[in-house]
């Protein structure tokens, strides 16, 4: 599930027209991302996946850093679970 200070920080920077009220004009190509990353923003975002990829692509200056962040820290979360189950089927 999506947390909810992501989805509504990107909001609040887009309302604002960009970060800390300044508009910066850079494009996010779709074709960047494949279908494997998009299926990895999807689950790790649940039911707001499609609209956090949407966010990603109207602006990509707010919203990717965000989602690199819930990226970089399910990674982390995966590996201490990986490592944790490995050594429980060592056990074995």
């Given at each position: ?51 956090m ?16 962040k819930r ?12 490592e ?6 060592k056990?074995?």
């Amino acid at each position: 599930p999506v947390d909810g200070k992501d989805k509504s920080g990107i909001k609040t920077a887009l309302e604002r027209g960009g970060m800390a009220g300044k508009t910066v004009k850079y494009s996010f190509d779709k074709s960047i991302l494949n279908t494997i990353h998009r299926h990895a923003i999807a689950r790790i975002y649940g039911d707001s996946g499609q609209e956090m990829l949407d966010l990603m692509h109207k602006n990509p200056v707010v919203a990717i850093p965000v989602v690199v962040k819930r990226l970089k820290q399910k990674d982390k979360d995966f590996r201490r679970s990986r490592e944790v189950l490995n050594r429980r089927w060592k056990e074995l």
